[in-house]
């Protein structure tokens, strides 16, 4: 129960201090997501199942503040996570290289899905709203990852089962 507690409040933090102080870092109008980044470093280290949730609930937040279509970053979160988490399950996660990459990669997917749905239902956006970010945020993974590693190997974080 501590765990989930933990995460949701880290989750409304980093979704609050996304919307409120990020973009006073903006380089051009392009500022990082750190939700979106412990997300994905968080699916990375712990699977695919337990990314999942955390993305849908990231996911709400963001629809929260997104106008133009409720549900549309839930479900990119979902897959992103879900990706994550598979592509976690198949690295060495000491090592920060492949999460770094696999970060910004994902990262971008999310952003031309995000572009997919909203040019289909008839809005359009810049594609270097896509592509900007996802390097700003991929640099910010460099520095965040490890901390969520380790922030993810504490004792409460972990779970055991209890027969």
């Given at each position: 129960?501590?765990?989930?507690?933990?995460?949701?409040?880290?989750?409304?933090?980093?979704?609050?201090?996304?919307?409120?102080?990020?973009?006073?870092?903006a380089v051009k109008t392009f500022y990082p997501s750190l939700l979106l980044i412990f997300m994905i470093c968080y699916s990375i280290v712990n699977g695919k199942w337990e990314g999942l949730w955390l993305g849908i609930f990231a996911g709400i937040l963001q629809d929260i503040y997104f106008s133009q279509g409720f549900g549309i970053n839930s479900f990119t979160n979902m897959i992103v996570c879900i990706m994550a988490g598979v592509i976690g399950n198949s690295i060495f996660k000491e090592k920060r290289i492949i999460p770094i990459v696999?970060?910004?990669l994902l990262i971008l997917f999310k952003g031309i899905l995000i572009w997919c749905i909203l040019y289909l239902s008839g809005v359009y956006i810049n594609m270097a709203n896509v592509f900007f970010p996802g390097i700003y945020d991929m640099v910010l993974c460099i520095f965040i990852y490890k901390p969520v590693y380790n922030f993810c190997n504490k004792?409460?974080?972990q779970v055991e089962w209890k027969f």
């Open positions: 129960m501590k765990k989930i507690l933990v995460l949701i409040l880290l989750s409304i933090l980093l979704f609050i201090l996304d919307n409120v102080f990020m973009p006073f870092f696999s970060c910004f004792n409460y974080m």
